[in-house]
Structure formats: structure tokens, C-alpha cells
């Protein structure tokens, strides 16, 4: 199981960004998977995750603005983000588990860095 965040950067606030997260040696559809996030100096936090059954769970307070969502023709699962904060930079990263979406996965990717500044 690989997994592979990438299409982070800089992007000012208010502005989008799409995340993405290329996975291979499993199908995303027989795995939960989800995005995750650690700003400097502070925990790792969940962001989104998308069940096998392909249920969505989502952090309230980053509901309105992200949308998680996966392509199973291309075994690559998307992260959209609008209306980015200061707060919203930190490493993110996604992680897959054989059994459901919760906060310690079983396997992790290499983050993608995003920077919200102006």
C-alpha cells in the first residue's frame, strides 16, 4: 500500500486549492481513506474520510469549505479547498485503513505542505 499527497503550495487568503492523493498496490473503494492535517506546533487533526461503504466524514468546522471526494478510475482521492484561512496551513496528508475512517489509519502517505499567506 502506497499512498502519495501532492498539489500542495502557496495560495493566498480566500483562494482554492485541489489536493491530491495517488494510491496504488490497493483500490480505493476496498479501503477507508480520508485527508488528515498538522499545522506547526499542534496535533495531527482529521480533516475528511471517506468510508468503504463510500459514507463521508467530515471535521464541522472545515465542512462548508473542504470537499473530499475519490475517482476509483484512477485510484486517486481529491481534496477541494475553498475559501482557505491562515489557519488552514500545515501539512496535510492522506491515509488509508483496512476497516473504517478514525483518527489512527493504517497506512500514511508522505504530506503535501499548503500555505495560506498573503
Known amino acids: 500500500v502506497q499512498l502519495q499527497a501532492y498539489e500542495g503550495g502557496l495560495v493566498q487568503p480566500g483562494g482554492s486549492l485541489r489536493l491530491s492523493c495517488a494510491a496504488s498496490?490497493?483500490?480505493?473503494?476496498?479501503?477507508?481513506i480520508g485527508w488528515f492535517r498538522q499545522a506547526p506546533g499542534k496535533e495531527r487533526e482529521w480533516v475528511s474520510c471517506?468510508?468503504?461503504?463510500?459514507?463521508?466524514y467530515q471535521t464541522d468546522s472545515m465542512k462548508s469549505r473542504f470537499t473530499i471526494s475519490r475517482d476509483t478510475s484512477k485510484n486517486t482521492l481529491y481534496l477541494q479547498m475553498n475559501s482557505l484561512l491562515p489557519e488552514d496551513t500545515a501539512i496535510y496528508y492522506c491515509?488509508?485503513?483496512?476497516?473504517?475512517?478514525?483518527?489512527?489509519?493504517?497506512?500514511w502517505g508522505r504530506g503535501t505542505l499548503v500555505t495560506v499567506s498573503s
Open positions: 498496490g490497493f483500490t480505493l473503494d476496498a479501503y477507508a
Open positions: 491515509a488509508a485503513d483496512m476497516s473504517l475512517c478514525r483518527l489512527h489509519m493504517d497506512y
Open positions: 471517506i468510508s468503504k461503504s463510500g459514507t463521508t
